[in-house]
């Protein structure tokens, strides 16, 4: 069998492409750097969704969720914390899948008290449309719907009751029991 000896001049033809573009400059070279590259690395955590402020002591707020089988769970919150953040923080079963956007009405929940109800901001357009899409909805009588990661906790509304419905339009199943 014959080998042919492969010279210099075909041995760069046969070299990956990248090999022929100009070596990275150090970054010392660069008289200015962007400022990510620049700025230390941070170590604060960052906000998370259902993640929320302990209160500090003496301006508890308290909310109470009635879960679908009727049990009341009351919790001592922070005011400006919604109400989908609350319930994620403490495992209740309410979805969120918008992320709080007010896009979806997964975290639809029903305000037990009408002179409660009354005392919370009216509901935006955003939150309207998506209401009408809520499993369940109420809009008269005691029990109203608004969505969960709309209504922020204030002084106003301190005890507020609000029930969880037993379905929602994303999961169409009221057993939460068996998730995947």
Excluded: W
Aim: glycine share 6%; aromatic share 6%; with cysteine.
């Amino acid at each position: 069998m014959f080998f042919r000896t492969i010279t210099t001049p075909t041995a760069r033809l046969l070299r990956p492409s990248h090999s022929r573009l100009p070596r990275r400059t150090p970054f010392s070279l660069f008289p200015i750097l962007p400022s990510t590259l620049t700025q230390p690395f941070s170590t604060t955590l960052l906000r998370k969704h259902g993640h929320t402020t302990p209160p500090k002591p003496g301006e508890e707020l308290y909310v109470t969720f009635v879960d679908k089988s009727s049990k009341p769970h009351k919790f001592a919150v922070s005011a400006g914390e919604n109400l989908l953040d609350i319930a994620q923080e403490h495992d209740l079963d309410m979805e969120g899948a918008c992320g709080g956007s007010a896009a979806c009405s997964t975290c639809h929940v029903i305000v037990a008290d009408n002179a409660m109800y009354e005392r919370i901001p009216e509901p935006e357009d955003d939150e309207n449309d998506m209401l009408d899409l809520a499993f369940g909805l109420t809009e008269t009588g005691c029990n109203r719907s608004r969505l969960g990661c709309q209504v922020k906790m204030s002084k106003e509304i301190d005890g507020l009751v609000v029930k969880l419905p037993s379905m929602t339009r994303n999961l169409q199943s009221s057993d939460f029991s068996k998730k995947a």
